[in-house]
């Protein structure tokens, strides 16, 4: 009888260990498998619980049935069934897409969409960075809304210089509506407002570079026609963006502040490769080199921080770097 009771716990004690190492081989099968920026995620029922440990999230009651998509990351459960796994994640900043607020507007979108790719590949050439430019053509421009701009297509506010032979755009006597003091410059417009609802206006000579054709530029005549003829429209701003990188930007400029800094970024790219051109830090110190002091582009103190703001904004750091690659404004934008 003794020789049975002892039998029988030696039984129960092997089937327990055996037991044991059942439950520890199917933990070992049940390997959650994580790999970083896949989209990918489990379907079924899910419930997280965040932990003190860093970077690790604790997934319980798992009921799986095929993949699905879950923030950013791949995760591969070999068994369907998995009452507590343990997930380690290391997590990854870049992979969270950032919101650029001024992307919302549409006359925002629409004034980086035709002038991107031309202005990244004219300032890459140059050695200027092209986010730089791309703010400050949206802040000088009001993304193309000043009537100036509209007209000239001088998105840079550059000044005529009688030395080059550039043609200036006179004063002109404007409407200007009286609800939200927009100024009107194309006739066909004008044609259409009642007239008691502008009252006109004399503006003085701007001295900015008219890019208009021949033979409407440096005239009264035709001042929409920028806006009825987009072809002329882009050929007009690449032409602004080529002229600020190459004669009001320039190296041999007679503004020290300029000569400086085209310098300096000569001397990055030599050292860095062309690519050093599309880095943030590289726009800020091209903004605050050409600006925000005496004999530079602009004098007043806040316009760097202006243009910075525009750039962080409206992602043109990201947005140039996605052309430079290869991208087009639809896929970076």
Avoid at 29 to 50: T, Y
Avoid at 141 to 155: A, D, L, P, V
Avoid at 238 to 260: E, G, L, M
Avoid at 268 to 278: A, E, T
Wanted: net charge positive; hydrophobic share 35%; proline share 3%.
């Amino acid at each position: 009888m003794k020789k049975s009771i002892i039998a029988l716990i030696i039984i129960l004690v092997v089937s327990s260990c055996n037991g044991k190492k059942e439950t520890n081989n199917l933990i070992k099968k049940d390997v959650v498998q994580v790999k970083k920026n896949k989209k990918e995620i489990i379907e079924g029922n899910l419930e997280k619980k965040a932990v003190p440990e860093k970077d690790t999230t604790v997934i319980t009651k798992i009921n799986v049935h095929e993949q699905k998509i879950v923030k950013d990351k791949e995760i591969v459960i070999k068994s369907k069934n998995i009452e507590k796994a343990k997930v380690v994640v290391k997590k990854n900043a870049s992979s969270k897409p950032k919101i650029y607020s001024f992307r919302k507007y549409n006359h925002v979108t629409k004034f980086y969409e035709k002038l991107s790719v031309d202005a990244t590949r004219v300032c890459m050439e140059q050695n200027v960075p092209p986010a730089a430019l791309l703010a400050i053509a949206g802040l000088e421009s009001g993304w193309n809304k000043g009537y100036i701009g509209q007209i000239t297509g001088n998105i840079l506010s550059l000044g005529s210089s009688k030395r080059r032979g550039d043609i200036r755009l006179p004063a002109l006597y404007l409407p200007r509506l009286k609800k939200d003091k927009r100024i009107l410059f194309d006739s066909l417009e004008i044609a259409s407002i009642d007239k008691s609802k502008y009252y006109m206006e004399q503006r003085p000579s701007s001295l900015k570079k008219d890019y208009r054709p021949s033979p409407w530029a440096g005239t009264k005549f035709r001042l929409g026609y920028l806006e009825h003829h987009p072809e002329a429209k882009a050929k007009a701003h690449a032409q602004n963006v080529t002229d600020f990188v190459t004669v009001f930007i320039s190296r041999t400029s007679k503004i020290s502040a300029y000569r400086k800094t085209r310098a300096a970024m000569d001397a990055l790219v030599k050292k860095h490769g062309k690519k050093i051109l599309l880095k943030e830090s590289t726009a800020i110190q091209f903004i605050n080199g050409i600006g925000g002091k005496k004999n530079s582009y602009n004098f007043r103190k806040t316009w760097p921080i202006k243009v910075v703001r525009i750039m962080h904004k409206a992602g043109l750091v990201s947005l140039t770097d996605a052309i430079y690659n290869g991208k087009t404004f639809k896929e970076s934008w």
